[in-house]
């Protein structure tokens, strides 16, 4: 369907073009949006869209689509639009945006947007208060359930969501809350503060998104409040910015265990020394730290000079380290993440990981050890591999599960104790038991 | 609140425990369950529950703790309970139970619900059919918007939502979508054929539930009707599926980019033996592949026998580059998760991966060379490395993006192509460039 626009605009058969948009969906309509180039043609699809639907597929829009909108269209059309965004959206808009198109933005807002906007900028950047908007239904606890029917109908259509409403007293603290549903299965005579649930689940403007996301997912619920330090209710988040927060938290603890600076900004957009800006530091730092089992090899000289087939064994230890390492800390970083791994199931974890690298270490060296012997037909060069290696798996898998859980108990972020540093870690034990079993075993 | 129950439980004091627990939330509830040991206990305390929370407490429970529960209470219990339930949880409850509880809930179960076992029973494990649930409302486009509410009032209690409801015709043939707000806010004698929206976004049986939830996420619904081939309506997904859908697909993703076989079970509950099966084959592939590094070092025992330093920069070099493959994998994998990567961009991320290795390597390979060249004033040696290291980062980053784009287009998982993988093929390019390197420039 978005193929077939673009080409009734191609050919410049607006009217066609408007009949098919029409009935297409604004996630829709914002990628046809994507698509186009020229500042001509976006302002003629822009002018052709139902208001509505313009302004609904102009929330859906990419940062840059949306400049160009912007920069194409006159100061009416663009207060239309600002009138019917949702105070989360239009505070988005205002952080991706440069300063003129802002300046615009706040000049073309209503009074009273002018006003939330300061308050809004307040609100740090991972908080609540961040992604919460005030498109609410905000009832009272003596209302009838067909005078709470009456006030949606009234205010709801610019409401985010109708369907959980807000029960506030006179000083706007949150009482209760009430959902569509049970007021639509309610007597329509039943006052609203004998159907409301009084035991809220609710939010601070302070509070971490990440946590707020996690409780949309453990509550099933579709809409969150947000209050003030006298719990006021000041917004609410809706299920849609919760999963946007929890996948952006998932993309940022992939880049962190991959030892990248995690951003927000999608890969295809983001330039090339962007990109190196948010790479080079940790390869460097690993890089560096790589050098100290360089250092430490120096040592072993007379060990490998006598032996030479020793340094053949390095790679295998190393990487297997390394494997053992990340399988360990990825599970915990991820339990962690989950709330299903607390600070107080540590030794539980630890004792767990402990028999998982005896028995994981036991099979590997067995392999190892006969798969040496068989092949060089010398049973102490076996042996002493297969202990290594033993003791490695075993240190590998111990530290990726102590490392993520002392940096949660230092309020660090676990995914930062990943595959990357610990292998660079592990590396260093393993040539330093390596090299010391060589000496006991082989007498080198 | 929850310790509060706990506490007055363990002291039988059970009329107060039930006033407590009654304004409770039905997540927390239980968990309260989850504290519980004795049996005893755990009937008193669903026994003293309203049986509306008992049931939907039910739901949210644990599967060893359904099973707990199951086993204590009685066979009238039960079936409220099963009763009460939603289609998707109780087909959820049948997969997780063992034989003989299997048993006795499709004993326990009304006859509607022993009849549609077996049709859900059919749907693959991935599918939008094992996800789905029955409970939806479903209208007719003839109804006028009053007659639409009566509907909603008599079956809407037992529906998992009333916000999004379905017209289908006479053949259950999904026709249309209406909003329980665009119902609210129109009026009253409006017919819903006039008010629906008909550019309805379905999906069928069998569609991979990961796509299912990348399109909740794509377009903020709140649910999404199922269809058979004959565009029947048969079920519906509800947004709290579609977000733990979401989550399993994250864990998955995690766990494969560290080698490990993904399954659904927490890790406390997960025994020893079961983590080392998922562990174990994928440490002992890379093991023995790491072993093609081992015997190629072999080929070159001339060279490290003459110079012993080099064997010292091979750890350095074999970590640098998994690190610098694992950043690429990593951004292109989850890339092509969340859909900003598609297999058309190929070119274009290559492109930009080299570009990025190109900075990145000179950067490295400059420090590197210098530190080289300072601590033994050996140009040549630290030349050689330093070549060897922009190399070597050049590959990785390239087969960081091109593998997991290959792996896509073979239909294999691209997360497969991550970290470990990456990291023993690059450490098999960085010793064969590293050797011929010093071979060439030191002649050894």
Redesign the interface.
Known sequence: MINQVLELLEEKKYAQARNVIE???A?DVAAIFAQLEERETIVKLFRILPKELAAEAFAYMEPDIQQNVIEAISDKELSYILDEMYMDDYMDLLGEMPANVVKRLIKNASEETRGLINQFLNYPEDSAGSIMTIEYVDLKRHLTVQQA?DH??KT??DKET??TCYVTDENRVLEGVVT??EL??ADPNEIVGNIMS??V?YVQTLDDKEQIAKL?????M?SLPVVDKETRLVGIIT??DA??V??EE??E???I????SPTDE???KTP??T??RK??L???I???S??I???L??HY?DA??AI??L??????L???G???G??S???????MA?D??QMK?FF??WF?EI??AL??GI??SV??TL?IWIQYGDFFMAITVGITLLITVIIAKSLGCILPMLAKALHLDPAVMA??LI??IV?VCS?FVFFNMAIWILHV
């Open positions: 009935e297409m969906n996630v029917f949606i109908r709801g259509v109708i369907y569509a549903k639509l299965l009084t035991n689940i949309f997912s453990k509550y099933d579709l299920i849609d999963v946007d929890m996948q998932n993309t603890d992939f880049e265990m991959a030892a990248i999608s890969y295809l090339v020394f990109h190196v790479r080079i940790w390869l460097l690993l890089m560096l790589a050098m089992t360089g250092q090899i120096t000289e490998f000079a030479p087939l340094v053949s064994f390095i790679p295998m190393m990487d297997t390394g494997n053992c990340s399988q800390s990825t599970m915990v970083i991820r339990g989950l299903e791994i199931d539980r974890v767990k028999r998982i028995v994981c099979i590997l392999v190892n798969r595959s990357p292998t660079t590396d040539v």
